[in-house]
């Protein structure tokens, strides 16, 4: 099981622009109703792309119900990326403390939380990984999930703290438990491999980081994630390929699909809001790629 070359991203649909914030407000009222966000993944379909990858936001819970009641958009992929902190912070402070773990709690079996608790009084971090991990991914449930990536605002800190046995639970829930390609986004794609692969033991696991030809947040630097890319040590997935807007999208897709053809990229991620963006974006990755 693995990636097309070209994997559909949501930042458009939850107003995420790095560089523009009024584009940004645009965008996030824009998709606040369910159609909309169905338009353009059923744009990206048309286009032949098959993996949708997607932050746990509240928003796509009636998309996904619609997707899974009209069995819209076949051959399509799914790869939920978590946690969503914000959602849990909204509902924090709209429920208090409690009410949020009770709802959060009673979404899985109440029986599986007690061997969690106990264990992680031991020290034993895995039962709990599970819960939360099973939890984040509910809202995919009945559709075909290609991977489960662990959100950077977590790995990273996760990474840091040298909290490398959190990362093994993760990635051993997702590919035991829930049958997915365990994947992981980060803001230093050479530090994370050196983890995943040297402390957490993990063969050529699955890394989404920023790669782009501005080298626009490719930390530590542009020369060490292109060299980190091109190790052979994991399989990529580069993302801000257009550096946030700030890059022609032709030079843009020329650096990005060079690596591909090279083999230091598995996949490009990318968004976009419009069926004609959607199109121009597919038809010069395929034609650099020599695809029909």
């Avoid at 098959?50 to 998309?63: A, G, I, K």
């Avoid at 050196?194 to 020369?223: H, I, K």
Wanted: aromatic share 8%; hydrophobic share 45%; charged share 20%.
């Amino acid at each position: 099981m693995s990636y097309g070359r070209a994997i559909f991203g949501d930042n458009q649909f939850l107003g995420v622009n790095h560089s523009n914030q009024a584009r940004a407000a645009e965008l996030f009222e824009r998709f606040k109703h369910p159609d909309a966000i169905l338009e353009v993944l059923a744009a990206a379909h048309d286009a032949g792309v098959r993996d949708f990858m997607f932050t746990t936001h509240d928003r796509y819970v009636p998309v996904f119900d619609e997707i899974r009641r009209s069995r819209l958009f076949p051959g399509m992929h799914y790869t939920p990326c978590l946690p969503y902190a914000h959602k849990y912070w909204n509902q924090l402070s709209s429920k208090g403390p409690s009410a949020l773990i009770a709802s959060t709690i009673m979404q899985i079996n109440p029986l599986r939380i007690v061997p969690a608790a106990l264990g992680l009084l031991l020290g034993r971090t895995r039962g709990v990984t599970a819960l939360l991990t099973e939890i984040e991914t509910l809202m995919c449930r009945g559709l075909p999930v290609r991977g489960v990536f662990l959100q950077n605002l977590a790995f990273d800190f996760l990474m840091a703290m040298d909290l490398h046995r959190i990362i093994e639970d993760f990635a051993d829930t997702v590919s035991r438990r829930l049958g997915a390609l365990p994947g992981f986004i980060t803001m230093n794609h050479p530090k994370a491999v050196a983890m995943l692969c040297d402390r957490v033991g993990l063969e050529r696991p699955w890394v989404c980081a920023n790669f782009n030809q501005a080298g626009f947040r490719m930390n530590p630097s542009q020369a060490a994630c292109e060299q980190s890319f091109a190790s052979g040590r994991s399989h990529n997935i580069a993302m801000s390929v257009f550096s946030s807007g700030q890059s022609d999208p032709g030079l843009a897709l020329d650096y990005v699909v060079s690596r591909l053809d090279a083999g230091s990229l598995d996949a490009i991620l990318f968004g976009s809001s419009s069926r004609s963006n959607i199109n121009a974006n597919l038809a010069q990755i395929n034609r650099r790629t020599g695809l029909p």
